[in-house]
């Protein structure tokens, strides 16, 4: 009873720091850009740059450009992915997108060059380009059939309009939202103002919070704010609200959506706060992440005025689809994931992953799956993991699998493109990651530059005779 009840436990706060600390600034705008991907971008504009018949120099490079500007995790790529893949993305260049987004955004790539150093980041940066590229062309070939179906009418275009520059105005407005949001740059966490707020409630709730929800370093375990606390609050009123003001918004605009808009906008600009508990009471500071998020908050209203009120209700409504269909699976994947990790002991990992092996490679992409952590905290997890004694060769195969392959994404992809594909996705991912821990490994361990090359290029000339033939094999339709 006590392993069940530590488990929910473990479940429950996994969900709660989740929910208060990471889905908001990042997730909640990239729903909104999925919903503008797919409500007002034209859908010739996306087969210009990312679709099955352009030229693969500029589809895939185009694709992983696009990802390297979001700083989002595997979850928060999900809506994103989605929108482009439905507007009529080949499945390569969106396969590139959906890996290269979460595993090499610049974010990422500096911040593990500050933790870890310069060599981990190049590594990683390298390693993630050449990864996404080939497994998007793999994923090209092994289903070029289904996808020259599921693109059949899509391809019948020859003209079409291009993207408004309204659309790229406003797109662009929510995709500096996102960024604002997560970026850490000087200019954003600067301090503005500062007031502490005298109180004795605030205390006396944080302490039954941090018993409730304890802070775990080792386990990745975040506990519970009293901003996140207010801030699930907030969630659950904008679902609330959502549920009819947005579900119902291609019937026309209703009170509901103003009030779950006016809410959405409220809860991120509180999420940008800095407030922090003290002994006194509250300490509030106004950052200039504070301020860009409302600033943009407000721009937004302005610039969606410039459409006609249909296009708004369906950026609304597709917004909302997304939701529905993505962050249910995203709740049961965290809460699985917290289960989960109650069971596993960061004691092992020098045991199993202290040398550059095979199996150690494989137990770094396994770490990166089940002890899953959201963008950006693979980064200090991955620091403790090489203060335990783990490889430098499964670290990396850690910090290449963690942002791709968690079970909540993987749920959310197969929703998305199918089983089929999206476990072969997995698989690949799996194996390139694995090879790639081992690769990084030899280099550190000693071996010459030229063997590794020898080896890494006989590999990649077998890959390519493969795809070859199997090219071949399968008939273009």
């Not at 473990?10 to 969900?15: F, V």
């Not at 970026?183 to 502490?196: N, P, R, Y």
């Not at 908050?297 to 689809?321: G, K």
């Not at 989960?340 to 494989?362: C, D, H, K, S, Y």
Request: a neutral charge; hydrophobic letters at 55%; glycine letters at 10%.
């Amino acid at each position: 009873m006590d392993i069940l009840l530590s488990s929910l436990q473990s479940g429950l706060a996994s969900l709660a720091s989740y929910l208060a600390a990471h889905v908001l600034l990042c997730l909640v705008p990239a729903f909104f850009i999925a919903g503008g991907l797919s409500a007002l971008v034209p859908q010739q504009s996306i087969i210009r740059f990312l679709g099955p018949n352009v030229s693969k120099w500029v589809s895939y490079p185009a694709a992983a450009g696009a990802g390297s500007l979001l700083a989002v995790c595997s979850c928060t790529i999900q809506p994103l992915f989605a929108g482009i893949y439905k507007k009529g993305a080949g499945l390569g260049p969106a396969i590139t997108f959906l890996f290269f987004a979460p595993a090499a955004n610049i974010l990422a790539l500096s911040y593990t060059g500050v933790a870890l150093g310069a060599d981990f980041a190049i590594a990683r940066i390298v390693l993630a380009l050449s990864f996404g590229i080939g497994i998007g062309m793999i994923m090209a070939i092994l289903f070029r059939q289904g996808d020259a179906e599921r693109l059949a009418d899509a391809e019948t275009f020859t003209g079409g309009e291009g993207i408004s520059r309204k659309a790229l105005i406003f797109l662009g407005a929510l995709v500096a939202l996102l960024i604002a949001g997560t970026l850490k740059l000087d200019f954003l966490t600067v301090a503005w103002l500062s007031v502490e707020l005298p109180s004795t409630t605030a205390p006396a709730i944080q302490a039954v919070l941090d018993r409730l929800v304890p802070i775990d370093e080792a386990k990745g375990a975040e506990g519970l704010s009293l901003q996140g606390l207010v801030l699930i609050g907030l969630l659950g009123m904008i679902g609330a609200a959502a549920w009819r003001g947005l579900g119902l918004v291609d019937n026309g605009f209703n009170r509901l959506t103003w009030v779950a808009l006016g809410l959405t906008a409220l809860t991120l600009v509180f999420a940008a706060l800095g407030m922090r508990v003290t002994e006194n009471g509250l300490f509030l500071t106004l950052t200039g992440r504070t301020v860009a998020v409302a600033v943009l908050c407000s721009l937004l209203w302005p610039l969606a005025r410039r459409f006609d009120p249909w296009d708004m209700q369906q950026w609304l409504w597709e917004t909302w689809r997304f939701v529905k269909q993505i962050f249910p699976l995203l709740i049961v994947g965290v809460f699985l994931v917290g289960i989960i990790r109650n069971f596993i002991q960061p004691e092992w990992i020098q045991t199993i992953a202290g040398a550059n092996t095979v199996l150690a490679n494989m137990a770094g992409v396994v770490f990166g799956v089940f002890m899953y952590f959201p963008t950006l905290v693979e980064v200090p997890i991955a620091k403790m993991f090489l203060s335990l004694g783990m490889h430098p060769g499964p670290l990396i195969a850690y910090l290449m699998a963690d942002p791709e392959l968690s079970l909540q994404s993987i749920l959310i992809t197969s929703a998305i493109i199918g089983k089929l594909k999206a476990w072969t996705y997995v698989g690949l991912v799996a194996v390139f990651s694995t090879l790639a821990g081992l690769a990084y490994g030899a280099w550190v361990d000693g071996t010459s530059l030229l063997i590794l090359g020898l080896l890494v290029g006989g590999f990649v000339t077998a890959l390519v005779t493969a795809l070859h033939f199997i090219g071949r094999a399968i008939p273009a339709r």
